[in-house]
Structures are given as C-alpha cells and as structure tokens.
C-alpha cells in the first residue's frame, strides 16, 4: 500500500526539509522552498534473478570514434572533440545569452537528424530566428511540446541523432502531480531523458536557464545527473560570449569557447587578442594590458581604470569583470604599500569587452592601471603587465608564463613586465620582446609611470 506524504525541497541546492522554511539551512538562500509530493509505501527490495552483463575492460568499445562534429570549433573544443552518442548535456545560462540561438546553429551544422524540442517559443518564433540564421534545414525537426512523455514518443519515431530540449524548465511528466520548473519534474524529466539518449544511443541537448545566483530550479541535482555541464556567458549588452566546460565525463573542462553576437548570429572568435584590443584608445591614462589564460589560451586584455576625487563622504567602488572584493584588497595594498591616497576617490574598474576575468594574474595591470589614472601618466600601450599581487605588495608568480610571453610577441608588444621568479627558467630566450622581471608592485609602477 502506498500512501502520498509532502516535503519541502529547496530549488537552489535540493535541500528537503518535512516542513516549510524560510530560509534554507544548506544554501541560506531565502524563500527558495517548494512542496513536493512523495510517494511511500512499505515496497521490499527483491532479489535480482537475470543475467548479468560484466565485461573485461578490455572489450568495451570507446565511443571516442562516434562523436559528431559539429564543425562549429569553439563549441566542439569545448565539448571536447564533438558531441558524443548516448550522452546528455546540460547547457545552462542567463536567459537572453543566446543558448537557443547556439543549439539552433550547433544543430544545422551536423550531417544528420535533429530534434529541437521548444517549450518556450511558438514554431512561428522559431521559423523567424532560423529563417535570421540563414540555416541549412534539410535535416532539421522542431517539435512545440512540453509533455514529455509525447517527446520521448516523437523521438521513438523519428530517430534523432540529436535532440535538443528547450528548456528543461518547461517540460513536465504528466503522471507526476508537481508543476513544471519544481526540482520534482525537472529531476524526473532529466533521468527520463537520459535514459532514452542511453537507450537510442543518441546525444541530448537539454538547455536550462540560469541566473547570476544560480539555476531557477533544479540547480545541483541535475549537474550531478548529466555527462556535460557546458555554461553560456558573457554580459547580454555585450557581444562577446563564452562557452565553458564545468563538467566533462568526455573531455576536460579547461577549454573555453568564444563567440560573438552578431544580426545573424553567433560567429566564432578564432583570434581573441585581436578583437578584445581592437577598440583600445592607445594614448589615455588609466588603460593596460594584460595577459590572462582563459582555458588553456592566453587572451590579451585591456583593463580600464577611472579614478576621480569623490565629493561626498563615501567614496565609490565599481568593478565590471572582476572581483569587487579583489579590487577593494588591491586598492588597500596601493594606499599601504605604495603611498596612493584612494580612499578619497572613486575607483572605476572595466574589463574592456565584456570579460569576465577571476584569475590573479591580471592584478598588476588592475593596480598600475588604478595608479595611472589617479596620476593622470600614461601607461606605454606597447607594455604588457603580469603578475599577482600579494597583501605584501610582493609580485607573485604566475602560471602558464612561457603562453604569455608568446602571445604579446606575436601581437607585436615590445615588453611585458612579469614576476620575477618566473624569468627564472624561462625557456624560451629567443624572444625578440623585452621582459622584464619585478619584485614589488613599487618597483613596477616606478619602472612604468
Ligand atoms: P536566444 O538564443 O533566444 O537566448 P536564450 O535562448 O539564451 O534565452 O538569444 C537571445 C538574444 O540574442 C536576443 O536578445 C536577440 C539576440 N540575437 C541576436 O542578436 N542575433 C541573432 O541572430 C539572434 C537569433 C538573436
Ligand atoms: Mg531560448
């Protein structure tokens, strides 16, 4: 016998609770719970009586050779060499980044049946982005659906190579009681989905929407549930986007992908640098470069600092890109360790293109970029700054060095100020470009204004 019972489940990390809370105990996320309907019932475990499938890891075959390149090459790198049959991927992002116009482009370019299941937008609205993406649409199947039992049924019957589910938010198992969006349908509907990519040896592309505190529901549960977590950011007023692996059971999780926006679509950023220094105003006080390392490819960026002299009594902090709590750190050792009086100004702190950047090596370029604005000098644009600033005002080493170096060369720097203890052992000592090593953050900003 079987009897139903109710909990409450938080939609931001999938903490279950008997009754209702205000604030979750997990996450502290506040009025995140949702009721849930249980099933109970005394049902016994049975012993199991058929055959048994266990093989020598030697006659597994490797799905490696199966994989369908999309041709796209940011997203395949990322996925890892392409998507690979029986596999489920999550692509989760703000709404508006663009996830739908991605999958749309992902499937045109594959040689082979796709499924674009959308829950979200009328097949007229679909035909208008297509009809704006120029796509090729022999192979291309769109089916307006939110029930997923009708879904995995279209799939039965049309065979797919590739189904992408828009968005997961929106289907829901008519046998369950839960409404769409709560953790209850979005676990189910995904375990079903796996089970028919499994079972049909087929990939499935299932969009989630995200926001900047994270998903809307079904957060943690289902990362765990798939074989890839890929995520789509970027600032939507911005046209750069990129595309990163946070989970990868086929491939690793350091490649990133480049993407912009364009009238008709997404087009692939080969040549990153270029484009993020394309803009740059070069004779102006407050701008520098640096180089970061996005995945494994070092990016060369402009970080942009404005300092002007506060009127009231609290002065402002705004960083775009970056870490605010990295900047108010940064800005305590220029005031301790360099004598710069901040804390009657404000500081404003740009990525330039819409970056988002968290790695510590760029922290030279934030704080000789802070230090030029306030003193109005100009930072030489064909200088390069790398280096991590430690609360001792010390410059630490950074990784990836050799990656570095190499990129400023190639877009024609003439120096590039690095940690000191990374020019020991540098291999490469062909290089035409100047570098420079320092200790303190003193002594760069000395050497540079
Ligand atoms: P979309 O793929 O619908 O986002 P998501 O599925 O992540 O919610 O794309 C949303 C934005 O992209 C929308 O604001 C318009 C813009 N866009 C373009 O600029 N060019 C295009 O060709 C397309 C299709 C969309
Ligand atoms: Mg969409």
Redesign the pocket.
Known sequence: MSKTKIKYTCSNCGYESLRWLGKCLECEKWNTFTEEIIETGNRKPAAYKGTLNIKKIDELESSEKNRIVTGINELDRVLGGGFIPGSVILLGGD?GIG??TLAMQAASSINQKVLYVTG??SNAQIKTRAARLILKSDNFFVLSETDLNIIIAAINSLSPALVII??IQTMYRSELDNSPGTITQIRECTSMLMDAAKKNNITILI?GHVTKEGFIAGPKVLEHMVDTVIQFEGESHHSFRILRAQKNRFGSTNEIGIFEMHENGLTEVKNPSEVFLNEREKEISGSAITASIEGTRPILLEVQALVTPSNFGNPQRVATGFDYRRLSILLAVLEKRCGYRLSANNVFLNMAGGVKIDEPAIDLAVCCSIASSLTDKILNSKTVLVGEVGLGGEIRSVGHIEKRIQEAEKLGFQQIIIPLNNTKGLKNSRTTIKIKGVESLTEAINHLL
Do not use: F
Request: proline share 12%.
């Open positions: 709404p996830k739908s979200e937008e828009d968005s969009i």
